[in-house]
């Protein structure tokens, strides 16, 4: 068996380019479609293995039916709750719970209570945070308390977007210009 040796600077190539901490309230905070996003952990910054961060769902939101193609997903509850819909069967997800959905199984989830919900999500492999980047817009830090107004065309220009994610919507078809049922709303609205 041939040997293979790998120097310092070599191994330094190939590992993280970023170590370090993120801070409570640091990172990327963005409203992405009336939810709030704050990205603590890129792709360029974890060589690509997986993307982290943190997510609030204010009450009466929802994800409509989707399955991710190109990465597996997990969410851990830190406060609230939300109904989720998995592969066909209801769960419901308070503080604390974990939930990994692996890709091409459908998901979708809803905050029916009058809490927000706040969660950490990862992807893995990253890549998907960029969506997030792309149709998110800065949330300043006084403005974080309740959701901005999301408009049609930018839902339906967010949904033909996450389309180059490998993001697919049951129930969406981009030639109707009709958006999912349920998008940004509960699953049963």
């Not at 069967?89 to 809490?115: E, M």
């Amino acid at each position: 068996m041939d040997q293979v040796s790998i120097s310092a600077s070599q191994f330094s190539a190939l590992t993280s380019p970023k170590i370090g901490m993120i801070a409570s309230g640091e990172g990327i905070t963005l409203w992405a479609l009336g939810l709030l996003v704050t990205l603590k952990a890129l792709g360029n910054e974890t060589g690509g293995s997986y993307a982290l961060f943190e997510k609030v769902m204010f009450p009466g939101q929802g994800l409509p039916s989707h399955v991710h193609t190109l990465e597996d997903e997990t969410w851990y509850m830190l406060e609230g709750e939300l109904v989720w819909i998995v592969g066909g069967r209801d769960f419901l997800a308070k503080k604390g719970s974990f939930i990994h959905l692996p890709r091409f199984l459908a998901h979708s989830c809803a905050n029916k209570s009058n809490k927000p919900a706040r969660m950490v999500l990862t992807y893995a492999p990253a890549g998907f945070e960029q969506w997030y980047l792309e149709v998110g817009k800065p949330a300043a830090t006084d403005q974080r308390d309740s959701p901005p107004d999301v408009t049609s065309e930018e839902l339906l220009a967010a949904l033909r977007r996450s389309k180059e994610y490998g993001i697919i919507f049951i129930g969406y078809e981009e030639e109707g210009s009709e958006m999912p049922p349920g998008s940004n709303q509960t699953p049963d609205q």
